[in-house]
């Protein structure tokens, strides 16, 4: 079916842009021709991505994962515990179309954190708890301490001075393995904290001191909302957070697990939504597929079938790409894996090994940011500009490794504006972009070279 020619054409209206009926053969033909066929569109709303800095840097450190601006500067950078006891930056250098982080590491004088080590698998946890305006530093570690560190210098130049062990939680003895989590859970404006254990008991600490000088006592009994909260692993690493941003705090919970022969289809991350105020918050176990973090424990690599051994799960929930919705880190035997809600508005195929967007300009020189629709095939879908009904790009990709060693991109348009489209390479982060200039017809991409990243 050919497009018309530009001669053609009438100035652009937004609200009148080519009609939707105009594509609706070419879908037919996809189907009829099985590019449809068999295939259904990947469960849950994450994907797994590479992060230059971040994959395959950490030998077999079992790391714990946190997140912070640490040098003021708008984005998020990265914190690791390590089971030595050593903490590693990662500054966030990404720019707006490559996630990147730069590794701090000691010794290095930008990194704020190479004086300290713990005793064994640090994990950090940064907060303001002296409401000063800065970010001090909690880290538990294997013989059950918290320490902590006051920030006594800004908030885009860190100093860290040790105030002392259990200083703030009255020489309470939590047991092994701490993983401290810091948040205002019972909603009286100040920081309480959240600890998991060895036994993967969670200790919960309300803060009866105040904002500026902290006090944490320990809530027991009935008066605790984690209360019968405990993980089936031998460990629990807390994470609160408001996952469905209805304004109170909710919890994900990830921890060890012993592979004993017997384990199958165990899922490493629990979440439990606050389903009361953020007074009085009353936690519920969401299961299965109605959890919002269901499918990133399905990952072949998080399944657990009779392993020998025990490993960690450190979860960590934030917004690390800086797109309104909230990521999942999850700290994994040697490395860190990060699960984008990259779809949310984009178009993610093969699985969410490929993100495809697209940036257009029209006759009048409107700009935007193409939204996407997906078929039911994991591997094509299309984009709309003005009216989710009348799309203007559709976009294929085909896994051909077995052919030419090559992703191939295919792609076509029902427009004469301009467009930038891009395919990245989540994998490896690796961009292309396809070009289509202002008042000319989109010409079709048959790109069967765009990608050597096989597997």
Known sequence: MPLPNSSELQPVDPSRHWKSDCLRPVLAWLTLAGLAA???????????????????????ELPHVESADMDDDGDLDILVGLHTGLILYYENVSTPELLKFNDQDSPNPTNPFSEIHVDGFADPKLADLDSDGDLDLLVGDWFGN?????????????????????????????????SPDLADVDGDGDLDALVGRDVGWLHYFENTGTPTAPVFAEVTGSENPFLGIET???????????????????????????????VEQETVLRYFENVGTPQNPDFVEVLDSDSPLYGIATFEDL????????WDRSP????????????????????????????????????????VTAQWQDHQGN???????????????????????????????????????HYWVFASGLTDVEVRLTVVDTSTGLPKHYDNQLQEPFQPIQDTAAFATCP
């Open 38 to 60: 068999g295939t259904t569109l990947a469960q849950g709303p994450y994907h797994r991505e590479f992060i230059q800095g971040l994959h395959d840097t950490l030998g077999t």
């Open 232 to 262: 089936a692993y031998q460990g629990s690493n807390p994470d609160l957070v408001d996952f469905d941003s209805d304004g109170d705090y909710d919890l994900l919970v990830g921890g060890k697990i012993v592979g004993n022969g017997n």
């Open 146 to 178: 918290l320490e902590y560190f006051e920030n006594t210098g800004t908030a885009d130049h860190p100093l860290f001075d040790k105030v002392g062990t259990f200083d703030l939680f009255g020489g309470v003895d939590i047991g092994f393995y701490t």
């Open 303 to 310: 399944i657990y079938r009779g392993l020998p051994a025990a």
């Open 367 to 405: 700009t935007g940011s193409a939204r996407a629709t997906a078929l039911n095939a994991d591997d094509s879908g299309t984009l709309w500009f003005f009216a989710p009904e009348n799309p203007e790009l559709m976009v294929k990709v085909i896994d051909a490794c077995s052919f030419n060693g």
């Open 316 to 355: 960590e929930i934030a917004d690390l790409d800086g797109d309104g919705d909230l990521d999942v880190f999850i700290a994994v035997d040697d490395r860190i894996d990060v699960f984008r809600r990259a779809c949310a508005g984009q178009l993610c195929l093969l699985d969410g090994r490929f993100s």
